[in-house]
């Protein structure tokens, strides 16, 4: 079992459609998680990062963490073709384990 | 403009060659890291160095080798001994080992 599970997708959805990413990690002593986009062909972008269980919000972006359920989600609003990408998940206490990343495409 | 550096973009490797990857930030962070990203895989760690001249392998430090004699500059090799070079290589730094990580735009390394 990987210790960070994503599913893969594809996931299509209509342009200004609320998207839900979501990840699952084995390991309790993981204390920080983290989101990437990925655009082809390019390194993984920052998007948000947090320590916590709980929300936290940045524009259209919303990091959800459970540690009691042990799930990381990401809820993007107002979806648009410009956030067509892979989404990787990422948790870790020294360095960072990654989901596998799921593919988002956003339908214009 | 900080940012991080990686060169070359695409990278090919004849049989029995060693090949390095160069990696260079300007962020001034301690801690960088190398990754392989194989399609469908996600990233994997192949070492990672909190400060200058002291690094340690990750999951998958089989066949490659690295050095940090300056903070500014993480050099990977990929040996012979990697059967399976083949992949995308990311480089990463943060300022410290448990804060976010920012990446370069990789390496694609190809078998000739």
């Known amino acids: 079992q990987k210790e960070v599970e994503q599913d893969p997708g594809p996931l299509s959805v209509p342009e200004g459609a609320i998207v839900s990413l979501n990840c699952t990690y084995s390991n309790s002593a993981f204390q920080y998680f983290m989101w990437y986009r990925q655009y082809s062909r390019k390194g993984p972008e920052l998007l948000m990062y947090t320590y916590s269980s709980g929300n936290k919000e940045d524009g259209r972006f919303t990091a959800q963490v459970d540690k009691s359920s042990k799930y990381i989600s990401l809820f993007i609003r107002d979806s648009q073709p410009s956030d067509s990408a892979t989404y990787l998940c990422a948790a870790g206490r020294r360095a960072l384990t990654f989901g596998s990343g799921t593919r988002l495409q956003v339908q214009p | 403009d900080g940012g991080i550096t990686q060169s070359p973009k695409y990278l090919f490797r004849k049989e029995g060659q060693n090949v390095t990857l160069s990696c260079e930030q300007n962020l001034n962070h301690d801690a960088m890291y190398w990754y392989r990203q194989d399609p469908g895989q996600g990233l994997r760690l192949i070492y990672y160095?909190?400060?200058?001249?002291?690094?340690q392998k990750g999951d998958i430090a089989e066949g490659y080798s690295v050095s940090r004699e300056k903070k500014e500059s993480f050099p990977l090799t990929v040996t012979s001994a990697q059967k399976n070079p083949t992949a995308f290589y990311l480089c990463?730094?943060?300022?410290?080992?448990?804060?976010?990580?920012?990446f370069g735009d990789g390496t694609r390394l190809s078998i000739l």
């Open positions: 990463a730094s943060s300022r410290q080992e448990n804060q976010p990580q920012h």
């Open positions: 160095s909190q400060i200058v001249n002291d690094f």
